[in-house]
């Protein structure tokens, strides 16, 4: 069956320092690949899209690489403020408007 | 910017009892989506919606469950006799289009079954 895996451990960094998020999934090869982030108690809001023919994705101080060979994500916060601690899923669709999540990722950025 | 509004934002009810859990949708989008979240759990897909009718569901989405949107603006979920362990974060999720745009997803309902 598929798998999408992320580190279920938290990641602490300091501000300004940069943040590195891994996905990575088995079985499947998807045509693109999203990252969500999850506040406490909120619905899961969407970052950044890739695509299997893209290898990178900007978007302001957030960066998506995205490696079909080794069916790995990963998502880069850089210069980060203690603002971007949350949750940060990514997501796979599989099947017709079947979207599976990952378990996320806990990041703190320390002050 | 337009979103995606869920009602109510708490449901506690008795085990056996059913719930209909509410959602409004952004207005031009055309797929729509539930999910569940149980606490410190990863959030779960249930059934996906399209053109009046389920496209997908997960093996969560048993027969105590059904989905609806009845008047073109509101989509619900319907869980028939609840019990312990349907107690989750529910969350709908519309998408304007298909392949890659975005789910947008509303802020949940917390469910608690007692």
């Known amino acids: 069956s598929q798998k999408i895996e992320q580190n279920s451990e938290a990641l602490n960094i300091q501000e300004g320092k940069t943040a590195t998020l891994t996905c990575n999934y088995t079985?499947?090869?998807?045509?693109?690949l999203q990252w969500y982030r999850q506040d406490p108690g909120r619905g899961p809001v969407f970052l950044l899209l890739?695509?299997?023919?893209?290898k990178e994705k900007r978007k302001e101080r957030l960066k998506v690489t995205f490696d079909t060979t080794l069916k790995q994500s990963l998502f880069h916060i850089t210069a980060s403020q203690p603002a971007d601690s949350a949750t940060y899923l990514c997501?796979?669709?599989?099947?017709?408007?079947?979207?599976?999540f990952g378990s996320g990722t806990k990041l703190n950025v320390k002050p | 910017e337009p979103e995606v509004t869920q009602t109510p934002s708490h449901q506690v009810t008795q085990m056996g009892q059913e719930v209909i859990l509410r959602c409004v949708p952004i207005?031009?989008?055309?797929?729509f989506y539930w999910y569940r979240q149980i606490l410190g759990q990863k959030v779960e897909f249930l059934v996906s919606?399209?053109?009046?009718?389920?496209?997908?569901k997960s093996e969560i989405f048993d027969d105590q469950f059904s989905v609806e949107r009845p008047d073109g603006s509101n989509f619900t979920l319907k869980i028939r006799s609840t019990k312990l362990e349907d107690s989750a974060m529910y969350f709908c999720?519309?998408?304007?289009?298909?392949?890659?745009?975005?789910?947008?997803f509303g802020n949940g309902t917390r469910l608690t079954v007692t």
């Open positions: 997501a796979l669709e599989r099947d017709f408007n079947k979207f599976y």
């Open positions: 919606f399209y053109n009046n009718e389920i496209s997908e």
């Open positions: 999720a519309s998408q304007l289009d298909r392949g890659n745009s975005p789910l947008h």
């Open positions: 079985n499947y090869s998807p045509a693109y």
């Open positions: 207005s031009n989008h055309l797929y």
């Open positions: 890739i695509r299997e023919n893209e």
